[in-house]
């Protein structure tokens, strides 16, 4: 059983309209976060949150907005989307002894985002 | 800022070949580094770490070595299987803020039989 659920699996979206990614985790973890993959830059860091906390925050565009209804959700609002924005989002978490640093951080099976 | 530098971006065996993946790191502090191995439709998947020098990881018949010294991960595995064909991040866990794990560019292993 997955452990990490993303939805949906696929997405295609048009320039400029908005999209939510979904992220719920069954691990127990109390870190999450968000991690893009694309051609142009392999699992690049996004945002990280503790405790339901935002800790880091890697993105340049305040387009991207993560939100944390729940301990164990962490869901990614991107707004006036981009061609450039197509990606592949994975969510991620850990146990918050020390935000992953030292401890294996498990991954979802991804959101492929493409913006047309 | 930290970072993670793998040189080899393809690597094509075939199988009983010997793998080597290098992997070189930048980082103030001491970084704990990780081995993520990814499948096709799949996200990263924890291989192994170690955290302090000449510290060895492994799993699944992989090995690494951490070296301070010569600031290096190095991946190896001395028979690969068709089986491990996959794209290998070696990645460091960030010593500041939040950021969790920084992963370098990946390496694509292609296992003939």
């Known amino acids: 059983d997955p452990k990490i659920i993303q939805k949906p699996k696929y997405l295609v979206a048009v320039t400029g309209s908005e999209k939510i990614l979904i992220c719920e985790q069954y691990?127990?973890?109390?870190?999450m976060y968000w991690y893009r993959q694309s051609a142009k830059k392999p699992l690049e860091f996004m945002f990280s949150y503790s405790y339901q906390k935002l800790m880091d925050n890697q993105t340049a565009s305040s387009r991207f907005q993560p939100q944390s209804s729940k301990k164990n959700h962490l869901d990614l609002q991107i707004t006036a989307l981009k061609p450039d924005d197509s990606a592949t989002y994975f969510c991620?978490?850990?146990?918050?002894?020390?935000?992953?640093?030292?401890?294996?951080?498990?991954f979802g099976k991804g959101t492929r985002l493409t913006v047309v | 800022g930290d970072s993670v530098t793998q040189t080899e971006g393809q690597v094509a065996l075939s199988e009983e070949d010997f793998l080597t993946i290098h992997c070189n790191y930048s980082?103030?502090?001491?970084?704990?580094l990780f081995w993520y191995v990814q499948y096709p439709g799949e996200g990263p998947q924890f291989l192994f770490r170690?955290?302090?020098?000449?510290e060895k990881g492994s799993s699944r018949g992989f090995e690494a070595t951490y070296d301070k010294g010569t600031t290096s991960f190095h991946l190896r595995k001395a028979s690969v299987q068709e089986s491990d064909s996959a794209v290998y991040y070696c990645?460091?866990?960030?010593?500041?803020?939040?950021?969790?794990?920084?992963f370098g560019t990946g390496t694509t292993v292609s296992v003939s039989p």
């Open positions: 980082a103030s502090g001491y970084p704990a």
């Open positions: 990645a460091l866990g960030a010593y500041q803020g939040g950021r969790a794990l920084i």
């Open positions: 170690a955290s302090r020098d000449k």
């Open positions: 691990l127990g973890h109390n870190a």
């Open positions: 991620a978490s850990s146990q918050d002894r020390d935000r992953g640093r030292n401890t294996e951080v498990f």
